[in-house]
């Protein structure tokens, strides 16, 4: 199952890409997708959007894992975030690709083994998870692997094809045997 992880952002938006068969992760791609706070919100915004789009065009995932808005003291923050996440939604809807949405602490106790974790210990277990030679810069990057992974080793990884159409699952089968 190929999984685009997303940690929402507005002015930085990570976005990573594994494969996943069971517990075996492998990284695909990693990137951060930024937008200027002198920008334009709408402009900000199709930045980000494109980015994403074009994510889901070259590496035609099966799932998109997005970290779900929670509360936050920073109200504009939490509205970049929502606006973002919003738009990581309709394009998976516009894909047919099912979308799972994680809570913070679910990614961290998936990769670390504590809902608690920094910054710091989930990015150091994305790099030995994923074999990579460092950890992934900025956070964002590192925690969009994370939100994929988390994805990969839950259990609800497995329902989103059950809720697909069969002629999505018909697309996404003939995605993955283009992929081999």
């Not at 492998?26 to 997708?33: C, H, I, K, N, Y």
């Not at 889901?56 to 779900?68: F, G, W």
């Not at 919003?86 to 799972?100: K, Q, S, Y």
Request: charged share 20%.
């Amino acid at each position: 199952m190929r999984i685009l992880g997303i940690d929402p952002g507005l002015t930085r938006c990570g976005v990573g890409v594994v494969d996943a068969e069971g517990r075996a992760v492998r990284l695909v791609a990693v990137d951060v997708l930024r937008s200027a706070a002198d920008e334009p919100l709408e402009q900000r915004l199709h930045r980000i959007a494109s980015g994403v789009e074009a994510a889901i065009v070259e590496h035609r995932p099966d799932a998109v894992a997005l970290e779900r808005v929670f509360a936050q003291h920073n109200v504009r923050s939490v509205m970049g975030v929502a606006q973002i996440s919003g738009l990581v939604l309709r394009a998976a809807a516009a894909n047919g690709i099912a979308v799972e949405l994680h809570t913070p602490s679910e990614v961290k106790a998936a990769v670390t083994g504590y809902g608690q974790a920094d910054k710091r210990q989930v990015g150091a277990m994305v790099q030995r998870i994923l074999a990579l030679e460092s950890v992934p810069k900025p956070a964002d990057a590192a925690d969009a692997l994370a939100i994929a992974i988390c994805h990969a080793w839950s259990a609800r990884s497995a329902a989103p094809t059950a809720a697909l159409t069969p002629a999505q699952r018909a697309w996404q089968a003939a995605e993955r045997a283009s992929r081999r």
